[in-house]
């Protein structure tokens, strides 16, 4: 049941009874993808939810990381790729690395509303690995974040775009878009 699906990969082999698909609009857009799975099941949205739905670490996934066919680049596509719109990315602000003292200055330092932020995904030096730390160098949760969205001058509707505007590969964007 994938009507709409464009496949654009030379070397993907499933080997997987009982998969369904139910969505629309997915491209794959990898050269190196191999499924090995017999328990895919659901539509899109129910790869996705929120952090809890993640279970654990990297270690709570069952196998070790070679579990996960290929590196970072087996993920098809980049942000785009995701379905939906930028808040169905799962994770909350604990897994933006770092604490809220990170950012030099203080809210009120960040001017001009979101089309003052300029350059696209390139402008992010490096790949995820360039990211210090882990989601746990965040206390607390978002409330650590001194003050609320009006320290920003704007609304919160200068916050323009949709998921394209969400730098690289799937796994490098940390936490809730809505903190993008």
């Known amino acids: ?16 009874r009982g998969v369904t698909w139910g969505a629309t609009s997915i491209t794959w857009d990898a050269s190196s993808i191999t499924c090995y799975t017999t328990r895919i099941l659901g539509d899109a949205c129910s790869i996705l939810g929120d952090a809890c739905s993640i279970p654990g670490d990297a270690t709570s996934i069952p196998g070790d990381a070679t579990s ?13 790729s995701i379905p939906g719109d930028a808040t169905s990315i ?15 200055g203080d809210a009120t330092g960040i001017t001009g509303d979101a089309t003052g932020i300029t350059g696209d995904a390139t402008s992010i030096p490096d790949d995820a690995t360039s ?9 607390g949760d978002a409330t650590s974040i001194p003050g609320d969205a009006t320290r920003i001058p704007g609304d919160a509707t200068g916050i323009t775009g949709d998921a394209t505007s969400i730098p690289g590969d799937a ?5 809730d878009a809505h903190f993008s």
Not at 171 to 175: A, E, K, M, R, V
């Open 1 to 16: 049941d994938a009507r709409g699906i464009t496949w654009n990969a030379s070397s993907i082999t499933w080997d997987a």
């Open 68 to 80: 996960i066919p290929g590196d970072a680049t087996s993920i098809p596509g980049d942000a785009t």
């Open 171 to 175: 796994t490098s964007i940390p936490g």
């Open 131 to 139: 990211i210090p730390g882990d989601a746990t160098s965040i206390p």
């Open 90 to 104: 799962p994770g909350d602000a604990t897994s933006i690395p770092g604490d809220a003292t990170r950012i030099p």
